[in-house]
């Protein structure tokens, strides 16, 4: 399957949304720019909330698209431990306080919604078949450890015995775009954690072929770093120096 570049035409057209982290200025500079291209069909692939402080306002933000689709993160999980006074998921356990300050914080409406996401969406467009979850996950549903160097041949790996066309995911906040002669591997990039870049993923289907394009729309982000300090963000230094420098 080869990629092509992305082109209009009379074609079904998504976008591709992840790891927005609690970041609403970098999703409202997105949602303008799909409102400019006419595109309202949208995935979501978790981490809507954690690392950003604004929980709700990104929450608020998703649920006013009627054509959005959501599937849950790993910070989703974390939150949600945190909101139920549950243990850590494996792996976040240093990373309790920030979550249980994002907890409170968090509208008990929203946390309603989080928990109903799926971990994955399985659905078929135009013939084509298509994966959307946050990140690769094993037969139990947990999510694999990140593959810093991910590559075509471990990826097919991977899914060699299933039928998709397209696997969209995230959780890796790099771009990733492999493709073979049965499929194309998608990760747009965080959207929420690229400096005063805001990332997001188009795809175009129709009865030939599958295409896929990165967008990266600059956003004014400075008030949105300010309230890392105004708010008392736990580990906000951290944070800022490991995810917006």
Known sequence: MQRKSFMQGN????ALITDIHGNA??????????????IKQMYCLGDVVGIGPDSNE??????????????????EDAVL???EGKAAPAGHEGEREHHAWLAARLNPAYAKVMAAWPRRL???IEGRKLLFT??????????????ASPSLEGLESLYRDTPYDLIAFGHHHTVHEFCSDRRIYFNP?????????????????DHAEIRVETVSVPYDNSAFLRAYHELGVPDAEFILRIFHH
């Open 25 to 38: 200025s970098a999703l409202n500079a997105v949602f303008d720019e799909l409102d400019r291209r006419g």
């Open 122 to 124: 399985e659905v078929e």
């Open 58 to 75: 990104a929450m608020e933000l998703l649920m006013s698209r009627p054509h959005i689709h959501c599937v849950s993160g790993n910070h």
């Open 189 to 205: 990039g965080a959207l929420g954690c690229g400096g005063a870049i805001a990332r997001f993923g188009l795809i175009e289907i």
């Open 134 to 147: 946050h990140y690769h996950t094993d037969r139990q549903g947990v999510f694999l450890p990140i593959d």
């Open 11 to 14: 074609v079904k057209s998504i």
């Open 81 to 83: 431990a945190a909101y």
